[in-house]
């Protein structure tokens, strides 16, 4: 079997080498055209998988170095030094004729000639200096990979809670986990109460100060925990003292009055401009579904000959935020008709996967637009500055709660997670579908 990108090299062309062009880009940072690795097995089993690893560490060098020129590199200090041991190692693993001590003098001089990056060269000559200590950075990156998972809204709050963290103790590749103390949690903490201001010049309600510093908890404590640190380090962001949240949480938000969702409605209907409008906030106050939702409604999420409203993932929105979001929502009512004239707007040949909405499903933020425009209509109508679109989620709660619904029936329909099992899951789902329909009539009637 002849393997990708290995040629046969040596006096008598028995030595297997892995040759392979560098992209043009990054060509000048790494000061070489081609990227070339001699293996020391020949046949068999170990080969491939040698030959395998060499691709891998490839892929990630051009990667790494595809980031550092977009000023992309986010690698820790103990990142970078592992990433120089295993580079340094490669190109050692290619030296033929000499023992290792030899080699690494014979090969950093080489690539002192070449502009090599000095921790590289270090990693050749001194591979067992010890490594450099791991921070809040490598925290941080762990808690990404496994948590955030490329997701671009939970990127966006991660970087906005690093930011903050990073403004009251300092770039946090500076600073190692094992040197936290209970005063850098307290710090942070009193930053975000004190001093700390959104750019409306207002300060952040102590419920979301709660959620932040909770954030910043498990950050730190899957570093700790991934990174062997457990008995060596402490997590200063745990059991810290804040004050009681200001209010009921009942108040926070209130439901829409009736009055103020058919004045706003009535507005929407107007604007000749922007017809698709007034269907999403029709289908959001008769659902209980909020922007973010229905902004990515494909056409096949609306089932007319069920009468069903899915809110799932798509090829629009990605992955849900919980399980317990995924769900069916009976449409009754006005929402219904608008369920109809949405897909009737996206015409008879459209595939299953056409956006209903694409003017606010054209990326993963554009869902903060039809919030937005919805917002700018309803203040005209609303009679309190608590209003939001959001709250006609609140809205359908509390008519379900008032028309005698069951909580488990209110969780479904706002898709809350449902604390029994068997109320979860019990049950089919069409027979769950016309519970929730039945009691979505009575409320809206």
């Known amino acids: 079997m002849k393997l990708k990108y290995i040629d046969m090299v040596g006096k008598d062309k028995s030595t297997p080498r892995y040759r392979r062009r560098i992209p043009i880009l990054c060509q000048e940072a790494l000061g070489k055209e081609w990227f070339q690795v001699h293996l020391r097995n020949k046949s068999g089993a170990r080969m491939i998988a040698e030959w395998e690893t060499i691709g891998r560490e490839f892929d990630k060098l051009i990667a790494d170095t595809t980031k550092r020129l977009k000023g992309e590199d986010n690698r820790s200090p103990a990142t970078l030094w592992r990433d120089a041991i295993l580079k340094a190692e490669g190109v050692l693993d290619g030296v033929i004729g000499l023992d290792r001590d030899d080699a690494r003098t014979v090969v950093a001089d080489s690539l002192i000639d070449n502009g090599e990056d000095p921790m590289v060269i270090k990693a050749v000559l001194a591979p067992d200096t010890e490594a450099p200590a791991i921070t809040l950075l490598d925290a941080r990156n762990i808690y990404a990979e496994e948590r955030v998972k490329g997701d671009p809204d939970k990127t966006t709050r991660l970087e906005r809670h690093v930011a903050r963290m990073e403004h009251v103790l300092g770039p946090l590749k500076d600073m190692p986990l094992v040197s936290l103390k209970r005063e850098h949690g307290r710090k942070v903490r009193d930053y975000l109460l004190n001093t700390y201001k959104k750019k409306n010049g207002k300060k952040l309600s102590v419920a979301s100060i709660r959620r932040e510093i909770s954030i910043m908890s498990a950050m730190v404590a899957l570093g700790i925990r991934e990174h062997d640190l457990d008995g060596k380090a402490i997590n200063p962001f745990t059991n810290l003292e804040l004050p009681k949240s200001e209010g009921r949480k009942s108040e926070k938000r209130l439901p829409l009055p009736d009055d103020v969702v058919t004045a706003t409605r009535a507005k929407l209907m107007t ?23 229905v902004a990515y409604l494909e056409l096949q999420d609306i089932d007319l000959e069920r009468e069903a409203l899915s809110i799932r993932a798509n090829n629009l929105r990605g992955d849900l935020k919980t399980g317990s979001r995924d769900r069916d929502i009976p449409l009754v009512g006005d929402a219904l008709e608008a369920a109809k004239e949405a897909v009737e707007l996206a015409g008879k040949n459209a595939a299953p996967t056409t956006a209903i909405f694409p003017r606010y499903s054209k990326s993963r933020r554009s869902h903060d637009n039809l919030s937005g425009i919805l917002k700018k209509h309803l203040e005209a109508y609303r009679t309190s500055d608590r209003h939001t679109p959001y709250c006609l989620r609140h809205r359908i709660s509390a008519k379900l709660r008032v028309a005698g619904a069951e909580q488990v029936v209110i969780d479904r329909v706002l898709g809350h997670s449902i604390g029994g099992i068997g109320a979860a899951t019990y049950g089919g789902t069409d027979d769950r579908l016309e519970v929730d329909r039945k009691w979505l009539k009575k409320a809206l009637r």
């Not at 604007?271 to 939702?293: D, F, V």
């Open 271 to 293: 604007l000749k401009k922007n017809p698709a409008l007034h269907l999403t906030w029709r289908i959001m106050a008769g659902t209980s579904a909020h922007a973010k939702e």
